[in-house]
């Protein structure tokens, strides 16, 4: 049955190579046929039944097929020679060749009760997906029937959803009696789940961008008028310094020094205090006009404070 199905599959194949026949390939068949026939008459059978099978490849024939058919019959093939001889009744039939149906009738009936028959005891419980003899599928019409195999080693594999693949070897003795191969059933397929996903990252907050410039310019705006008071502060102490060197519009060299002096840082003090003032105030607004950062998310404090040494002040914070 199943020799059957491949021995279909060869001739179907070859009859498409027929329908635009080569020279070289008919030649070639012929030449393989030849060669089939003095090794099979030489007792080289099993070269005999390649040059057969390739000959019946190339150029498709009738009498190509009952002698491969002979040939496997006599290396032992039982099971692909009845399948063959079979084949060759039809062709022969479909053709009108009496003769040549009748001996491949005869061949197929003595063989038959040589046929050792296999019997597979699939799993039960489980939804079959395929059933493989030799690595070739079995059609599902046959897995619960006796199948024709040759004697010697073979295997069947079974697939099912959700299964682990199994395979079963077993040895076919040359007799004709039923064996049972028992498949056992199918181990879970244990896939290997995938890795976790990361975790997503948390969201970006929109305003903190917002928030931290605010805090950068009020602090640049502190800054700058920490600045300005230094420098007021220290015009006021030039002014004071000038004393008696100015009287009325009147200064000495160094008083009209002294004066220039004050002036200049004053002018600095003047500037920086209304630069700070201004970027203070835009520092406030954007701090003022953000949502405040959400509990457990870092922090921007940025301030001017007073260090140790007189009248310096410095700029820290913390984000």
Known sequence: MLALAALATLSGRARAQVAAPGV??????????????????????????????????????????LNLALCHETIGKTATAWNEFHHGAAWAAQNGQKDRRDFAMQHAAALETRLPRVLLQLPAGHAIASVDVDGE??????????????????????????????????????????????????????????????????????????????????????????????YGLLAVEKRNEIGDQCAGIRCTAEGLSLYDSAQSRATVATAATVIGVAATTVGVWLVVTSRPAQSGKPRADIGVRPRLGGAELGLGGTF
């Not at 089939?36 to 009738?62: H, I, M, Q, T, V």
């Not at 599928?137 to 693949?165: C, E, N």
């Not at 244990?190 to 997503?200: C, E, G, K, T, V």
Request: proline residues 12%; glycine residues 8%; charged residues 25%.
């Open 24 to 65: 070289s390939n008919e030649m070639r068949a012929e030449y393989l046929f030849r060669q089939g026939e003095k090794k099979f008459d030489s007792g080289k059978y099993e070269e005999a039944c390649a040059d057969f099978g390739e000959s019946l490849r190339l150029g498709p024939k009738l009498g190509t097929l």
């Open 137 to 230: 599928p079995l059609p599902d019409s046959h897995w619960y029937m006796p199948i024709f195999l040759d004697p010697g080693d073979h295997s069947v594999t079974i697939s099912a959803p959700g299964k682990q693949r199994s395979t079963v070897r077993f040895r076919v003795t040359n007799s004709p009696t039923e064996q049972l191969v028992s498949v056992p059933s199918l181990a879970d397929d244990l896939a290997i789940a995938p890795p976790p996903a990361p975790p997503a990252p948390a969201p970006e907050d929109p305003d903190r961008s917002r928030r931290i410039a605010g805090y950068v310019t009020a602090a640049t705006g502190a800054l700058g008028l920490a600045l300005g008071l230094t």
